[in-house]
């Protein structure tokens, strides 16, 4: 891909989701590329993102081009964090009996 602008205006088409229960996201004007990345990678539906197109001039960049762009080094933004996975659960008294559960390292 070489040397990228994310300073660069850009247009951002999404893919309509028929059967999804988001409000639809239309086109979309940013002024940096930088911006319409961003929100391509985090707030639209996966399948959205598929379909996506971003426009910067006369280059066009696909969804893939979007997730690599944003993932490159050379992305200026903070990315948002990947949601934590939730905490195993704890030995605790089982629903049944009201016991605590065996303990399996013995």
Known sequence: MGTFDYGAEAELFPSPVRASRRQPVGYRRF????????????????ASLAGAVLEIGEERFD????????????????RR???APAPAPLPGPSRRSGRPAPNKAS
């Open 31 to 46: 002024a940096r590329a930088a911006d319409a990345i961003r929100f391509a990678i985090e707030e639209l539906a996966p």
């Open 63 to 78: 969804g893939r081009d979007m997730r690599r762009l944003y993932e490159s080094s050379n992305y200026p933004l903070v």
């Open 81 to 83: 964090e990947a949601e």
